[in-house]
Antibody
């Protein structure tokens, strides 16, 4: 059974940093691209970042470019999102998602339950 | 990276069919067949319903179908059921390892 479990969310002050993690199991992690997608309270889905199977291809939404860094450790079956210079508008539930291909296609067939990030003073 | 355009809401009666549109540009929907659709019930994670604009994952009802023409993709749900009431989001590959989602459509089954 495929499982994606996010962690690392919490309350953080504006301007500070936070690192999210996603532990994957039930599939061959290093065969697939992975994504972070967020959802602000009461709002729609927003793609944040994606990474190919070997970290060779990485993309970011304009809204986080230069502040967030995605990475993965295939030996640990884990995906990460380093979030710096956090802003109030980054407040959201952050989902980890598995792509259906080794490179990003947007076909996200499995999702975690999300980890909540709240940016507030 | 502008969000794809979806109607805010659609509604239909049980047994009817509805279609949700998703309009992008020649840089995303118009350039790639990598359009996917997600269903999200309140408090739940999204679920993949359609990928590559018309393919259904295993386990998804054949009442769900997708199509694409030019810069617009569409999701059609036939034989509406109460359990179909949810939010629906389209998503397109937009080049250079980036994706873009639509704003979401709330489906109400009357």
């Amino acid at each position: 059974e495929v499982q994606l479990v996010e962690s690392g969310g919490g309350l953080v002050q504006p301007g500070r940093s936070l690192r999210l993690s996603c532990a994957a199991s039930g599939f061959t992690f290093d065969d697939y691209a992975m994504h972070w997608v967020r959802q602000a309270p009461g709002k729609g889905l927003e793609w944040v970042s994606g990474i190919s199977w070997n970290s060779g291809n990485i993309g970011y939404a304009d809204s986080v470019q230069g502040r967030f860094t995605i990475s993965r450790d295939n030996a640990k079956n884990s995906l990460y999102l380093q979030m710096n210079s956090l802003r109030a508008e980054d407040t959201a539930l952050y989902y980890c998602g598995k792509d259906m291909a080794y490179d990003s296609t947007g076909n996200i067939d499995y999702w975690g339950q999300g980890t909540l990030v709240t940016v507030s003073s | 990276q502008s969000a794809l355009t979806q109607p805010a809401s659609v509604s239909g009666s049980p047994g009817q069919s509805i279609t949700i549109s998703c309009t992008g540009t020649s840089s995303d929907v118009g350039s790639y067949n990598l359009v996917s659709w997600y269903q999200q019930h309140p408090g739940k994670a999204p679920k993949l319903m359609i990928y590559e604009f018309s393919k259904r994952p295993s386990g998804v009802s054949n009442r769900f179908s997708g199509s694409k023409s030019g810069n617009t993709a569409s999701l059609t749900i036939s034989g509406l059921q109460a359990e179909d009431e949810a939010d629906y989001y389209c998503c397109s590959y937009a080049g250079s390892t980036t994706l873009v989602f639509g704003g979401g459509t709330k489906l109400t089954v009357l």
